[in-house]
Nanobody, 118 residues
């Protein structure tokens, strides 16, 4: 059974930083494409950042230069470091594991709330 558990969401002032963590079980973060997505109230879910098996990273234009995605294969976790936070970053952030290249499915965590006050 695959489980993804996010943590680290909080209320922070604009300009501040947060570090989100996604702990995976039942799937290896080193083999799956791991991503962070977010959904703000009244908006569609959007990709924030992802990291592929090869370590290639991709970011939404809105977070480039401010957010960094990384993974710790030994701990089987994926982290999203968020700096220079803006009010527009307020959303529920969810971790995603895409294991379809390995015959597995795609999996989601329950999400963690990030609120940035201006």
């Amino acid at each position: 059974q695959v489980q993804l558990v996010e943590s680290g969401g909080d209320l922070v002032q604009a300009g501040g930083s947060l570090r989100l963590s996604c702990a995976a079980s039942g799937i290896s973060v080193s083999f799956a494409t791991m991503g962070w997505y977010r959904q703000a109230p009244g908006k569609q879910r959007e990709l924030v950042a992802l990291i592929t098996q090869r370590g290639t990273t991709n970011y939404a234009d809105s977070v480039k230069g401010r957010f960094t995605i990384s993974r710790d294969n030994a701990k089987n976790t994926v982290t999203l470091q968020m700096n220079s936070l803006k009010a527009d970053d307020t959303a529920v952030y969810s971790c995603n594991a895409d294991g379809r290249a390995w015959g597995l499915g795609t999996y989601w965590g329950q999400g963690t709330q990030v609120t940035v006050s201006s």
